[in-house]
Nanobody, 115 residues
């Protein structure tokens, strides 16, 4: 199993970024995919999740209305579109999948929101 996070960077407040997570080594379309983030000095927190078949989504209250999670099963990729970014969104963002009783994580991509 491999998850490759990408798309992070430095952005000004109010700006946008799109993160991608390319998956391999498992049947991507069958599994819930989740984005987490970890800010400096804070615990890792769930940001957004998307189910496998129907593409139902769930978001942390702090990002509702600003972030959108989506997936493209043909490309084995999950995305996180982030709009209206705030300084408090600064964190390392990770994608995760749980399968066969274990959690698999990407290495993370750093998002910095600053003027």
């Amino acid at each position: 199993v491999q998850l490759l996070d990408s798309g992070g960077g430095l952005v000004q407040p109010g700006g946008s970024l799109r993160l991608s997570c390319a998956a391999s080594g498992f049947t991507f379309s069958r599994y819930i995919m989740i984005w987490y983030r970890q800010a400096p000095g804070k615990e890792r927190e769930l940001v957004a999740a998307i189910t496998s078949a129907c593409g139902l989504t769930n978001y942390a209250d702090s990002v509702k209305g600003r972030f959108t999670i989506s997936r493209e099963n043909a490309k084995n990729t999950v995305y996180l579109q982030m709009n209206g970014l705030k300084p408090e969104d600064t964190a390392v963002y990770y994608c995760k999948v749980r399968l066969n009783g274990g959690d698999y994580w990407g290495k993370g991509t750093l998002v910095t929101v600053s003027s």
